[in-house]
């Protein structure tokens, strides 16, 4: 399995909290409170490995994914939350103007769009700083066992073979939520894109 040295992973890192910074930005002004996102860690992880993350094993979850190509190559992104922290943040985003008990009726709607922004300002700057066209295609809304979803997942993607996986810590009224962001690529590709990156940050 491919290892990013220590400024390989801190470009990648950058790139994930100016992204996230835009992402953020833009969350606020559509629900008019400010919102906090960012990267503490990322690594690099084998399918066997992310299987056995002990916080999401055996776990109900919310992915909303986003495939692309381009000069990168074929990938799949996805933002992963928890089931419930997933309604706790569409209760907080929501909850002056929906009931609380009609807020899983948004549920599908409100993360769709919060992974929607995130997962395009990722790729959109990943595009810009290296210098690859990139396309995507529409996000898609899953629940269900995290063992099952990302597996399903990494054999939809041809030539998969490392995940790249970064935590995000969500901040919302007061709040803290925990998420992660997985990058399922081919591990040349993760390295070239680091290498990339160490050019433009």
């Known amino acids: 399995m491919t290892k990013l040295t220590e400024l390989e992973e801190d470009a990648l890192n950058e790139l994930f909290n100016i992204s996230l910074g835009g992402a953020a930005k833009l969350l606020s002004e559509m629900i008019s409170n400010e919102i906090l996102l960012t990267v503490p860690s990322l690594k690099i992880v084998t399918l066997e490995e992310?299987?056995?993350?002990?916080?999401?094993?055996?776990?109900?979850?919310?992915?909303?994914?986003?495939?692309?190509?381009?000069?990168?190559?074929?990938?799949?992104?996805?933002?992963?939350?928890?089931?419930?922290?997933?309604?706790?943040?569409?209760?907080?985003?929501?909850?002056?103007?929906?009931?609380?008990?009609?807020?899983?009726?948004?549920?599908?709607?409100?993360?769709?769009e919060i992974g929607n922004v995130i997962l395009n300002s990722i790729l959109s700057n990943?595009?810009?700083?290296?210098?690859?066209?990139?396309?995507?295609?529409?996000?898609?809304?899953?629940?269900?066992?995290?063992?099952?979803?990302?597996?399903?997942?990494?054999?939809?993607?041809?030539?998969?073979?490392?995940?790249?996986?970064?935590?995000?810590?969500?901040?919302?009224?007061?709040?803290d939520i925990k998420g992660y962001i997985f990058f399922l690529l081919e591990s040349k590709t993760i390295k070239q894109l680091s290498r990339v990156l160490l050019e433009h940050l």
């Open 50 to 112: 992310a299987l056995k993350l002990e916080a999401l094993t055996s776990n109900e979850v919310c992915t909303i994914e986003q495939k692309f190509s381009g000069g990168l190559g074929k990938g799949s992104a996805f933002i992963l939350f928890h089931k419930d922290s997933s309604l706790e943040i569409v209760r907080m985003m929501m909850k002056d103007y929906v009931a609380i008990n009609e807020v899983s009726t948004f549920e599908k709607d409100a993360l769709s």
């Open 126 to 175: 990943l595009a810009k700083m290296s210098a690859h066209k990139i396309e995507t295609d529409i996000p898609e809304f899953h629940i269900g066992k995290y063992e099952d979803l990302l597996k399903e997942d990494y054999q939809k993607v041809e030539h998969v073979d490392t995940i790249l996986m970064a935590y995000i810590d969500y901040h919302l009224k007061g709040k």
